[in-house]
């Protein structure tokens, strides 16, 4: 009962505190960890990129991205790889990244999935020793632009797992950065770049369209994930449950960034918690899944031969 209290108790304050994003705050929220990878350029200057790393886990770490008060231990676990695809020796830089958040679930050791994405444009401008300025008013960059932008996504899927649209402010703050990015000359941040981009993606946040997906993340931890330790069946049987949510997704819609990102982190996980389920109920999951996500079916296929 004491847990329950206090996860209720943590869960009001999140709520609370998630409001604003652009006011004054205590703490930082991201622990983040920062890998540059440069296997295709030739004659690469590790020290540059030594210097470049650190600058972006300093931006992402040191700076406040929401007006929640968080202890150490209570930063969002998120990692960003880049790698390096062309430098022309000077500073500008054609690179890829791979962005990666994850969230503790109660009494266990163990870090859920909640955002694994990539973006193919990454690219930017930074020579060594330059001042990472950022605005959320205006551009000043566009490698503080996309650093701000995941950012805010990475905290903005976070408190959808904690408050229920807990993460709306975050999304506006980086459809924001999208807005003033957009006639930079940077790949990416246009509509007309196709489909799967960072216009896209905060598109789809706030879309009504894809609303059932940010209540099934908050569902899924509040009756799901934070409960396993204490009733792991009746925790599997409340996912289960929340199931049907993930096809009430429009099936015109269900190609888009959102439902990609949201299965590329969680598709391995559903397997997880849903091969504990009877076998009636492991069919119907893998039913759903695999109409919902038929780019993952195969890894459903568990569902329904695991016994």
Same mark, same amino acid.
């Given at each position: ?19 604003g ?21 030739q ?17 992402? $770490? ?29 500073? $500008? ?14 009494n ?21 020793g ?9 551009f ?29 402010p ?5 459809? $924001? ?12 941040w ?21 609303q ?28 289960? $449950? ?18 990609q ?47």
């Amino acid at each position: 009962m004491n847990r329950l209290l206090d996860i209720g108790a943590k869960r009001l304050v999140l709520l609370v505190t998630f409001i604003g994003v652009t006011c004054a705050a205590m703490a930082q929220d991201l622990n983040a960890r920062v890998q540059i990878l440069s296997p295709q350029v030739q004659n690469t200057n590790k020290r540059m990129l030594d210097v470049l790393e650190k600058a972006i886990s300093d931006f992402l $770490n040191n700076r406040t991205w929401s007006t929640n008060e968080v202890g150490p231990q209570e930063r969002i676990d998120c990692s960003l790889v880049l790698t390096i695809t062309a430098w022309d020796g000077s500073s $500008n830089f054609t690179a890829q990244a791979q962005i990666i958040s994850t969230r503790p679930v109660y009494n266990t050791t163990y870090n859920s999935p909640v955002l694994s994405i990539s973006d193919d444009n990454f690219n930017f401008s930074y020579t060594e020793g330059q001042l990472m300025d950022y605005s959320d008013q205006q551009f000043m960059g566009n490698l503080t632009s996309l650093l701000a932008y995941y950012a805010y996504v990475i905290v903005g899927l976070d408190a959808d797992t904690f408050a229920h649209n807990g993460g709306t402010p975050f999304y506006a703050a980086a459809q $924001n950065i999208v807005n003033y990015s957009q006639n930079t000359g940077f790949n990416g941040w246009r509509s007309m770049e196709g489909t799967n981009n960072r216009f896209w993606l905060v598109n789809n946040l706030q879309d009504r369209r894809y609303q059932p997906i940010r209540d099934f993340l908050y569902s899924f931890y509040l009756d799901g994930m934070d409960k396993m330790a204490d009733n792991t069946q009746e925790a599997r049987k409340a996912v289960f $449950n929340l199931l049907p949510l993930l096809q009430k997704v429009d099936r015109l819609a269900q190609g888009a960034v959102f439902n990609q990102v949201f299965f590329t982190a969680k598709s391995d996980e559903l397997v997880g918690v849903c091969s504990g389920l009877a076998p009636q109920e492991r069919m119907q999951a893998y039913n759903i899944l695999a109409a919902v996500d038929p780019a993952n079916a195969s890894k459903y296929e568990n569902l329904r031969n695991s016994r």
